[in-house]
């Protein structure tokens, strides 16, 4: 049986509890995080309703990514630091729009919940998911990769890092396997 968490995603209860959105926390408190744009999306679940809960974050829910360069474009020059939260296929999205931080060297800090990779069910997910990460090299984002739950705090906080320090684009990809095995055929 499933029960509705806050932002209205189905989640199972017997399906344990991921440890690793609470690293990505730590790490976005420890860097002074304070806006979170991002377009609900199961794998990012926790991690949103961390920072919805948290009284010095403001959540802002987009209706598209691209919305969120934009929003913590703003936020950066209103000084705060901000993060952004998508999958993979929402990263085609803001391919226009990462042309203001890159041209105006502001920050920018994304984390991509991957699809599209291993266990992938829905084909509609492939051809993003697939070319992720070389879109974004492509538009001179630095990527950063976490494949192992216990390597996810310490990826976040270094692109964090690099990208308030250096400002510049900086995406953390997090591997499907984090998600785990989606298995629609039962």
């Known amino acids: 049986m499933a029960h509705l968490v806050p932002n209205g995603v189905n989640v199972k209860p ?4 991921r440890l690793w959105p ?3 926390y730590q790490s976005l408190k420890k860097v002074d995080v304070r806006q979170v744009a991002y377009v609900p999306d199961a794998g990012h679940t926790q991690l949103i309703i961390n920072c919805q809960t948290d009284a010095d974050m403001t959540a802002v829910s987009l209706t598209t990514e691209e919305e969120g360069v934009a929003l ?3 936020a950066w ?8 939260l998508m999958q993979s296929s929402g990263v085609g999205n803001c391919i226009n729009m990462l042309s203001v931080p890159l041209h105006c060297r502001m920050p920018l800090l994304m984390i991509v919940t991957m699809r599209g990779e291993w266990g992938e069910f829905n084909p509609w997910q492939l051809p993003m998911g697939q070319n992720t990460e070389r879109v974004l090299r492509d538009m001179g984002v630095y990527i950063q990769r976490a494949d192992h739950a216990e390597e996810v705090g310490s990826v976040t906080y270094a ?3 690099l990208a308030f320090s250096s400002n510049c684009a900086v995406a953390v990809l997090l591997s499907q396997r984090l998600l785990g095995f989606k298995d629609w055929s039962k």
């Open 22 to 24: 609470g690293d990505i």
């Open 72 to 74: 913590l474009a703003g």
């Open 77 to 84: 020059l209103g000084g705060q630091r901000g993060v952004l």
């Open 159 to 161: 692109a964090a890092q």
């Open 14 to 17: 017997e399906t344990p509890p």
